[in-house]
């Protein structure tokens, strides 16, 4: 019987090696099936205005990089205006009733009330975060929320 069932045991594994080597070549199949989508590229070789508009598009990659490390620089710089002037300077108590809301100043007196202190995803309280609130300011995606964020931390 335990030799019965050691045979068992090894024909599962077997089965299940089967199984897994199947798979194995089923994804090696789709990845050569994704290559295909390269096709049309072929297409650059034969026609002339193609050729030039891909030419034009890797020769210009080393000025735009140049431009988007200008960009960021500019982006870096701003940010770290940005946490100079506004770190923790966006969270806001998230209670509804406005009447208690005019009384509140601070995280202690919101919390006192009931409230919860929420600081919103668009703020300065660090570089990084800040690069990201001005890159959404800049895309114009959002900039309304992060202006009133500003005016309210007055």
């Known amino acids: 019987t335990l030799k019965a069932?050691?045979?068992?045991?090894?024909?599962?594994?077997?089965?299940?090696?089967d199984q897994g080597s199947?798979?194995?070549?089923?994804q090696s199949v789709k990845a050569l099936r994704a290559l295909r989508a390269l096709r049309p590229l072929r297409m650059i070789s034969r026609n002339q205005g193609m050729k030039l508009i891909?030419?034009?598009?890797?020769s210009s990659i080393p000025s735009m990089t140049n431009v988007t490390i200008v960009c960021c620089l500019f982006l870096l710089i701003f940010a770290i205006m940005g946490v100079?002037?506004?770190k923790g300077q966006f969270a806001?108590?998230?209670i509804e009733d406005p009447a208690i809301l005019e009384q509140i100043f601070t995280r202690l007196d919101c919390e006192t009330m009931g409230g919860i202190w929420v600081n919103p995803e668009e703020n300065f309280d660090n570089s990084l975060i800040g690069i990201r609130t001005l890159f959404e300011m800049m895309s114009t995606e959002g900039w309304i929320d992060v202006m009133e964020a500003g005016v309210y931390s007055v």
């Open 5 to 17: 069932m050691a045979a068992a045991s090894t024909d599962q594994r077997n089965d299940q090696s």
């Open 22 to 26: 199947i798979a194995n070549s089923l």
């Open 54 to 58: 891909v030419n034009a598009l890797l």
């Open 92 to 94: 806001r108590c998230s």
């Open 84 to 86: 100079d002037s506004f």
